[in-house]
């Protein structure tokens, strides 16, 4: 029997004056996932003025959404847009870097698509 593995993995490192968030996006996310995620990402950044946030999201095993979940994500990037100064995004797929394009709508700072986690973080510390 094949267990499907679905949801994010989050960690959020904090120094005076930076926030690094790294965001791993497996299988097809659900509402109940942003309900899990939403309060993480709004603790971490309460009060964010000033400040550095750089994101690592990997979507390499990454598979959709719900379309409820679409929807938080879209009013997660919102609220928060502003307060990212780069989000880098590694996919292995065509409409995920189409998502970074679409990001740069919704965020202050830059996305990007990367291949692989190493140049996204290259690009990230740059």
Do not use: C
Request: aromatic share 10%; charged share 20%; proline share 1%.
């Amino acid at each position: 029997m094949e267990t499907k593995k679905q949801g994010f993995s989050i960690d959020i490192e904090k120094t005076d004056t930076a926030i690094f968030m790294s965001l791993t996006a497996t299988g097809k996310l659900t509402h109940a996932d942003y309900e899990i995620l939403t309060p993480m990402i709004d603790s971490a950044l309460n009060d964010v003025k000033q400040i550095q946030v750089n994101v690592l999201v990997d979507m390499t095993a990454f598979a959709g959404w719900e379309l409820r979940a679409a929807w938080d994500d879209l009013q997660l990037g919102l609220k928060h847009g502003k307060e990212f100064t780069k989000v880098a995004i590694v996919g292995n797929k065509t409409w995920q870097s189409i998502s970074a394009t679409i990001g740069n709508w919704f965020i202050s700072g830059e996305a990007q698509f990367f291949e692989n986690s190493d140049d996204a973080l290259t690009w990230l510390n740059s």
